[in-house]
């Protein structure tokens, strides 16, 4: 979470720059940041079943990091970057982005407690519903980058 929350802040101030030196207007930043945040919208409404892989005590350990693809994914980088080039006052950005994480990181620590009293098919109905919300929001980002262009 740590780690994730320093690339969010580092976006904050680096974002646009970045986007103006690749020459990438905002406008494509909306509409790209949200085709991303509807497909991954689409996913938690619609889960595909997966199958458990096989583990053999011969196979090493395979880490696969938290802080990039699910905490500070592309759509929230690309969101970061949109409302911090519509807000000029960096310690709003900043004060923003530090409660986010921290309701993130809340609700992470209190997960299994949160399980426990939700059960499997209360979260299963929570994960649609915010899947439906993150529809919508990414709906509005790629129609403010479309009217925008």
Not at 101 to 107: R, T, Y
């Amino acid at each position: 979470m740590c780690i994730a929350l320093v690339l969010i802040l580092a976006f904050n101030f680096v974002g646009e720059p970045f986007l103006l030196f690749l020459d990438i207007s905002a406008n494509t930043v909306k509409i790209a940041g949200g085709i991303v945040l509807f497909l991954l919208s689409i996913k938690m409404i619609f889960p595909i079943p997966q199958m458990e892989p096989e583990v053999s005590e011969t196979s090493e350990p395979f880490i696969v990091p938290l802080a990039i693809p699910l905490v500070a994914g592309p759509a929230v980088l690309a969101a970061v970057i949109i409302y911090s080039k519509q807000q000029s006052n960096h310690l709003i950005m900043m004060a923003s982005i530090t409660c986010a994480w921290l309701a993130s990181l809340f609700v992470l620590l209190l997960s299994p407690v949160l399980s426990r009293a939700l059960g499997e098919k209360g979260i299963n109905a929570l994960e649609k519903l915010m899947g439906l919300v993150l529809t919508l929001i990414a709906v509005e980002m790629f129609m403010q980058g479309i009217q925008g262009a």
